[in-house]
């Protein structure tokens, strides 16, 4: 059968909630996005969670409400966590770095939980552990395998760098021998890590590596049944540009009350809203928002100002192609 290959346009009424419940992590990736200057070193209390949960619940809207960290399984209540959104309607998914502590699978169910994500950079433990971690490839695919083993679901998230593209292609008869249902594709983000430090593992791809590669190992992962998920990145000529921020219902929240809608201004005070004694406010000044709004010939605004050393321009100046906003995706089934 050929595979259907499609931009998942923002969906109206679809909304993302990610919630970052701790920044503790017992792992020290080398492009990790977490920067406790900016979201607090705080692990929320159980009762806490479960009312900021609440604050996103709308009976209307398909809410996917993703649980992450730092790493989340450190986090003893993230079972009660996981069946507080499911009673509150919840798409429930839960990314971790592959360890699983406090022994969540035997702690929830997948009547609870809908999706178990596990972040791998690198279909061997050659490639995989000089960004993660030593050990940390045997123990992810491990508890991949028990997972699946127990009637979880099972998504694997890899982002890539210059560092681990050429291996992507070996993470389709890994993900096939494992059972994984969904592949999520991530570019870097320039973001806490990625930023301070220079090394192949911190640095993204230029254009034409992503489109030489990703979508080719989409295509051949989709054909072994793998549903598969990467961010657009480069738009096409004649794309609509738009601005997930304007458009789409995305909240980005961390222990220290910050809520942002776009994850690329998560390394600045510029958060659209706070949670402040448990209540969902709303930030006035010059957040976030004033950027969604600007309209520029290279797509997102954010982009340009973080990281625009991945806009190309032609001899008068203009910009070869536009960047999409990071989270407009490309299905492939
Ligand atoms: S597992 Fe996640 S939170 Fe932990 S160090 Fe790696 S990227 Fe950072
Ligand atoms: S990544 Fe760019 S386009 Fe997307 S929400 Fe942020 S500012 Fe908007």
């Not at 920044?23 to 990790?32: F, G, M, P, W, Y």
């Not at 900016?38 to 009312?51: D, F, M, N, P, R």
């Not at 983000?189 to 590669?213: A, K, M």
Request: glycine share 6%; charged share 25%.
């Amino acid at each position: 059968m050929k595979n259907i290959a499609r931009t998942v346009g923002f969906q109206k009424g679809e909304r993302n909630v990610f919630f970052h419940i701790l920044t503790a992590c017992n792992l020290s990736c080398r492009h990790c996005y977490i920067n406790k200057a900016q979201h607090g070193t705080a692990t929320l209390a159980e009762e806490t969670i479960h009312k900021w949960i609440a604050l996103f619940a709308d009976p209307d809207k398909k809410t996917n409400l993703i649980f992450l960290g730092g790493e989340p399984t450190l986090h003893p209540d993230l079972p009660s966590a996981i069946r507080k959104a499911k009673e509150l309607g919840f798409f429930v998914t839960v990314d971790s770095n592959g360890y699983l502590f406090n022994d969540l699978l035997e702690k929830t169910t997948p009547e609870f939980l809908d999706y178990l994500s596990f972040s791998l950079d690198g279909p061997d433990a050659d490639t995989n552990d000089p960004i993660r971690g030593a050990g940390v490839f045997e123990v992810c695919t491990a508890n991949i395998a028990r997972a699946v083993e127990k009637g979880f679901r099972v998504s694997v998230i890899y982002t890539v760098s210059r560092k681990n593209l050429d291996a992507l292609v070996r993470m389709v008869p890994l993900l096939e021998s494992l059972k994984v249902e969904k592949f999520f594709i991530q570019v870097l983000g320039l973001r806490g890590n990625s930023v301070l430090t220079e090394s192949e593992e911190t640095t993204r791809v230029s254009r034409d590596q992503w489109l030489e590669t990703v979508p080719e190992v989409a295509r051949l992962a989709a054909g072994k049944g793998i549903h598969v998920t990467y961010p657009k990145v480069f738009l096409d000529r004649g794309e609509q540009f738009e601005c997930a921020g304007n458009v789409a219902e995305n909240f980005f929240i961390f222990p220290n009350g910050r809520v942002y809608q776009c994850p690329l201004c998560e390394d600045h005070p510029v958060n659209a809203y706070r949670i402040e004694n448990d209540r969902l406010i709303k930030n006035e000044g010059l957040m976030e928002e004033s950027f969604f709004r600007l309209n520029i010939a290279e797509g997102c605004v954010m982009n340009k100002l973080l990281q625009a050393d991945n806009i190309e321009y032609d001899d008068q100046g203009q910009p070869r192609y536009r960047i999409s906003c990071c989270l407009l995706k490309q299905e492939i089934f």
